[in-house]
């Protein structure tokens, strides 16, 4: 079965390409323009994980994934009988688009070019109740080039899980790490799942694709990893200072761990910041759970984001 080695963008169509950048930058991505295509990296060498270009009606395009190799991609290719095409875009490589049950349009990427990686935000050392790294020196912050490292996951609604996850899991190698299941009528029933990347013995994030069974197919959120605590708070501020629509945050999940923001673009579409996620391997396996356990955080608010 071919595998994935990540999730590696996401791209849409946006009513205002200036105010996308701008919101964009807000966020934390660097950002530039290449005639109509609005493109969006963070702090990794990948060259983009955001694309954007302006239509009438705003709408999610597509998601991205990298393969594991220009074999592994021909493989993948090959079940749809799809091309195998030269990318067109900044660091080449190869590529094939796909087009899964609910309709969206998936592409999957082989050979791209690094780009050269940005400086990272840090700052120093933390001092917590057990253990003190800062020593006789006050807190100083690194100003990064952007704040964004990489794309982490997207949460999509699908008109039936079961079809859409054996989709995926045949043509990408996804596992489950969390079904989400209720009794109904006597009989268990799936809600959704969150899926990761099989890597064999190599950790991964918890959930790189989220699939929730909701009778109908639309774009949820994507979710953006960022250094530490600090660098998510900061946006968070910075965000509001801007006149940004908030979502849902700030708290902590208990499925998959992640500290989470979420906001809201200039066309509505859902994007969140998160941090200190739960990374796993094959082994780790697939477990049932509840939807109070989907619903349910270690601390901050409950429930859904757009809820």
């Given at each position: 079965m071919p595998s994935i080695k990540d999730i590696l963008y996401v791209r849409?169509?946006?009513?205002?390409?200036?105010?996308?950048?701008?919101?964009?930058?807000?966020?934390g991505f660097q950002t530039k323009i290449d005639g109509d295509l609005l493109?969006?990296?963070?702090?990794?060498?990948?060259?983009?994980?955001?694309?954007?270009?302006?239509?009438?009606?705003?709408?999610?395009?597509?998601?991205?994934?990298?393969?594991?190799?220009?074999?592994a991609l021909r493989e993948i290719a090959a079940i749809?009988?799809?091309?195998?095409?030269?990318?067109?875009?900044?660091?080449?490589?190869?590529?094939?688009?796909?087009?899964?049950?609910?309709?969206?349009?998936?592409?999957?990427?082989?050979?791209?070019?690094?780009?050269?990686?940005?400086?990272?935000?840090?700052?120093?050392?933390?001092?917590?109740?057990?253990?003190?790294?800062?020593?006789?020196?006050?807190?100083?912050?690194?100003?990064?080039?952007?704040?964004?490292?990489?794309?982490?996951?997207?949460?999509?609604?699908?008109?039936?899980?079961?079809?859409t996850f054996e989709w995926y899991q045949c043509r990408l190698g996804l596992l489950i790490s969390d079904e989400i299941v209720m009794e109904k009528e006597g009989e268990e029933h799936t809600l959704g799942a969150f899926t990761r990347c099989n890597r064999g013995e190599e950790f991964v994030d918890h959930h790189t694709l989220f699939f929730i069974d909701a009778g109908h197919a639309d774009f949820n959120h994507a979710a953006f990893e960022v250094a530490n605590w600090d660098v998510l708070m900061r946006g968070h501020y910075e965000l509001k200072k801007a006149g940004h629509q908030h979502s849902f945050g700030v708290g902590k999940h208990l499925l998959g761990s992640q500290t989470f923001d979420y906001w809201k673009d200039p066309n509505g579409f859902m994007l969140e910041h998160f941090t200190d996620g739960d990374l796993f391997n094959e082994s780790f396996g697939s477990h049932k759970r509840s939807p109070a356990d989907l619903l349910g955080t270690h601390w901050g608010p409950e429930g859904m984001p757009g809820q």
């Open positions: 849409f169509r946006v009513t205002d390409l200036q105010a996308q950048k701008q919101f964009l930058e807000d966020f493109m969006a990296r963070g702090t990794d060498e990948t060259p983009y994980i955001y694309l954007a270009q302006e239509a009438v009606e705003p709408g999610f395009v597509c998601v991205g994934f990298a393969a594991e190799s220009a074999d749809d009988q799809v091309p195998v095409e030269t990318n067109p875009l900044e660091g080449g490589g190869l590529i094939a688009r796909l087009t899964d049950p609910n309709g969206f349009a998936v592409d999957v990427v082989a050979n791209i070019s690094a780009a050269p990686s940005l400086t990272v935000a840090g700052r120093s050392g933390l001092n917590s109740g057990n253990e003190k790294q800062r020593l006789g020196e006050r807190v100083a912050f690194a100003d990064p080039e952007c704040s964004i490292k990489r794309l982490g996951h997207v949460v999509l609604m699908v008109n039936n899980f079961q079809e």
